[in-house]
């Protein structure tokens, strides 16, 4: 789909982005395809939770690590 153009960015019902689905289900290859092709890494869904706090929700830490990478600030997400 991303080869036939279509927008990694483009929310759902929920407001959540495909990056936020990835996270949560701590699907480490599509993750990483998104970010790749500039899934915006500080989107939030309608309750205003972003993508490091579905990663960190659902404990994938190598997840969490990516972002950091990416410039995520994590120093003001609780463990959950």
């Known amino acids: 789909l991303i080869g036939q153009g279509i927008d990694v960015n483009t929310k759902n ?19 990483e395809v998104l970010l790749c092709n500039k899934a915006n890494i500080h989107s939030q869904d309608n309750q205003g939770d972003t993508v490091l706090h579905k990663a960190v ?17 994590s120093s003001g997400v609780k463990h959950m």
């Open 13 to 31: 019902a929920d407001g959540q982005i495909a990056l936020h689905l990835a996270a949560n289900q701590g699907n480490l290859e599509l993750f």
């Open 57 to 73: 929700a659902g404990g994938h830490l190598v997840l969490i690590e990516c972002l950091n990478e990416y410039g995520v600030d």
